[in-house]
């Protein structure tokens, strides 16, 4: 089909596919221009000092939705907002006893993130409908998206925040979280945005899962990848689950750096220092066994108040975070981190303090919806490699809730989470086409 469409595109694939994007070359530019102007809308509505913020359960979230729901509604698709808040764009009105796929992503972004992290998946799904609509094409099972609250941690500390609203996973405690900016907790900003946060609290459902045949996810690769080797389109074979303490505190003894000799220190930036070695040896040792781990401390700092060249800290506060796509992989490297700990204690004679940990199970993709898009691949004249998700995603909270879940990932260069992100429109259409014919043709 993209062949077809762009002339040479990565291979000579053919289209079959009785419900195809139109072919011709106008319909393409105008789905492309369509693609870009949305893109842009949105990075207008949310740009920062540098790049673009889109708090989780904020203003520019919310008017991200609205700017979405306005595209929806010019091209005569129905919307609502679900009890968690979330933004849900059907072709028409999906009887509750019908089942339907689901195609979802989220709309926030880090704070002076890029704008494709997220955004790509629901601005895809929602141009899926919009050619749905025009072909006035019959689908075999109905298809609609959600665009969904708060799926990056920075703003609240936790994640899939909408996500896990939706399918009764939002601990009360997380409700109480404080905004990074404001200090105002999550449910006031869930109230704000019309969630129902009685509901939420009680752990309740707010969507039947078992009406949902299958979860799409669309979204950038976060990592280099698919540019390494020339994979413009991937479906994603899992992802990865994590462990994260935000805050734990190494405590030693401050004093003079000439005066104590290293016998006598309880230095908290060297215990914490020798903690980092130990724990990257052994993340050495697992990936030379055929493990699958990655692991950062992307916070490490003393105290401004009192850190000095000339004085020995007593407390550093630091972050721990680790990703694998195997459960038992996550509790090694937990039970690692701690008896490290206790090593360093004793023989440095400092303490260590930890946060509650909060903790995400890796998610498996289904095979079978895996082997569907490879196919549309081929038919897209695409070369064929699938790939796992080093980064988490709302749906792997989808794929744990037993729902069968597929993910699709772009091309994408300079990384995420900062405003160089770099999606070639070119890609997002190929990406685009791959989930519009994999929609299309599910019950074929």
């Known amino acids: 089909m993209m062949n077809a469409m762009t002339g040479n595109m990565g291979g000579t694939g053919n289209s079959t596919s009785p419900h195809p994007i139109p072919q011709n070359q106008a319909s393409l530019e105008h789905l492309t221009a369509e693609a870009e102007k949305l893109f842009s809308d949105l990075e207008e509505l949310s740009r920062d000092v540098a790049g673009v913020s889109r708090p989780s359960y904020g203003e520019a979230e919310t008017r991200a939705f609205e700017m979405i729901e306005k595209f929806a509604h010019k091209e005569g698709l129905i919307t609502y907002r679900d009890n968690a808040a979330n933004l849900v764009v059907e072709l028409e009105k999906i009887p509750e006893n019908e089942e339907y796929i689901l195609i979802g992503s989220h709309l926030d972004s880090v704070p002076q993130g890029g704008n494709y992290d997220g955004a790509a998946g629901v601005i895809a799904g929602l141009l899926c409908l919009a050619e749905i609509k025009r072909s006035g094409k019959t689908l075999d099972v109905p298809v609609k998206v959600i665009a969904l609250r708060g799926e990056e941690s920075a703003w609240f500390g936790a994640c899939y925040l909408?996500?896990?609203?939706?399918?009764?996973?939002?601990?009360?405690?997380?409700?109480?979280?404080?905004?990074?900016?404001?200090?105002?907790?999550?449910?006031?900003?869930?109230?704000?945005?019309?969630?129902?946060?009685?509901?939420?609290?009680?752990?309740?459902?707010?969507?039947?899962t078992s009406k949902i045949k299958a979860f799409f996810e669309l979204h950038i690769e976060q990592g280099p990848v698919m540019i390494a080797r020339n994979l413009p389109v991937a479906a994603v074979t899992g992802i990865r689950g994590n462990i994260r303490h935000r805050?734990?505190?190494?405590?030693?003894?401050?004093?003079?750096?000439?005066?104590?000799?290293?016998?006598?220190?309880?230095?908290?930036?060297?215990?914490?220092?020798?903690?980092?070695?130990?724990?990257?040896?052994?993340?050495?040792?697992?990936?030379?066994?055929?493990?699958?781990?990655?692991?950062t401390c992307g916070i490490l700092t003393t105290d401004p108040q009192h850190h000095a060249m000339s004085r020995i800290p007593g407390e550093v506060t630091f972050s721990f975070e680790a990703r694998s796509q195997y459960e038992h992989t996550l509790a090694a490297i937990e039970a690692l981190l701690h008896s490290e700990c206790a090593t360093i204690t004793y023989e440095r004679r400092v303490k260590f303090e930890f946060d509650k940990p909060v903790k995400t199970p890796p998610a498996v993709i289904d095979q079978e919806i895996v082997d569907r898009i490879n196919n549309a691949c081929i038919a897209e004249g695409l070369p064929v490699e699938a790939i796992p998700s080093g980064a988490g995603h709302d749906a792997s909270l989808f794929a744990n809730a037993g729902v069968p879940t597929g993910m699709i990932f772009v091309r994408n260069r300079n990384g995420s989470h900062n405003p160089e992100e770099e999606m070639d429109m070119e890609d997002f259409i190929r990406g685009l086409s791959v989930l519009h014919r994999t929609i299309t043709e599910f019950n074929l």
């Open 162 to 208: 909408g996500s896990k609203a939706l399918l009764g996973k939002l601990e009360e405690s997380e409700q109480e979280l404080l905004q990074r900016d404001d200090s105002r907790p999550l449910k006031d900003h869930m109230i704000d945005c019309g969630a129902d946060v009685e509901r939420i609290a009680k752990g309740e459902v707010l969507i039947d």
């Open 247 to 295: 805050k734990i505190k190494c405590i030693g003894e401050a004093g003079h750096s000439g005066a104590v000799p290293r016998w006598l220190r309880k230095d908290a930036v060297f215990a914490t220092a020798e903690l980092i070695t130990r724990i990257d040896d052994h993340w050495t040792t697992i990936l030379q066994h055929g493990g699958d781990l990655v692991a």
